[in-house]
Nanobody, 121 residues
Framework: QVQLVESGGGLVQSGGSLRLSCAAS????????MGWYRQVPGKERELVAR???????NYADSVQGRFTISRDNAKSTVYLQMNGLKPEDTAVYYC???????????????WGQGTLVTVSS
C-alpha cells in the first residue's frame, strides 16, 4: 500500500547539477529511514545517501561534499541535490524507505522504480 515515485533524472554535462525527488504515497503511519541508492550494470546496488526522520544523514565517500539529501516530512518527500556531477555518477538511482503501515508495528521496506541519471564527459 506504500509506493515511492521518483523524478528528476536525466542527462547532464559533467560538472552540472540535478535534483532528484521521491514522494511516498499510500497508507502508512510514518516513514523512518529514507535514502537513495544507485546501480550500474555488473555492480552491486550502492548506498548513496540516507536520512533519518530526525534529520541525521549519512553519505557514501564517493559523493561526500557533492550531494545533499533532505526530506520534507509534511510532504513525505525526500530529495537528493547532486552537484559537481561526474561521468562515474551515471547510474539508475533508486529511492528507498522504511515505512510503518497503519495498523502494524513492523517496517515495510519499499523501493521506487528507479530514475536514470546520465552524466556526459
Amino acid at each position: 500500500q506504500v509506493q515511492l515515485v521518483e523524478s528528476g533524472g536525466g542527462l547532464v554535462q559533467s560538472g552540472g547539477s540535478l535534483r532528484l525527488s521521491c514522494a511516498a504515497s499510500g497508507t502508512f503511519f510514518m516513514l523512518n529511514d529514507m535514502g537513495w541508492y544507485r546501480q550500474v550494470p555488473g555492480k552491486e546496488r550502492e548506498l548513496v545517501a540516507r536520512i533519518i526522520s530526525d534529520g541525521r544523514t549519512n553519505y557514501a565517500d564517493s559523493v561526500q561534499g557533492r550531494f545533499t539529501i533532505s526530506r520534507d516530512n509534511a510532504k513525505s518527500t525526500v530529495y537528493l541535490q547532486m552537484n559537481g556531477l561526474k561521468p562515474e555518477d551515471t547510474a539508475v538511482y533508486y529511492c528507498h524507505a522504511l515505512a510503518v503501515p497503519v495498523g502494524t508495528s513492523r517496517y515495510l521496506e519499499v523501493w521506487g522504480q528507479g530514475t536514470l541519471v546520465t552524466v556526459s564527459s
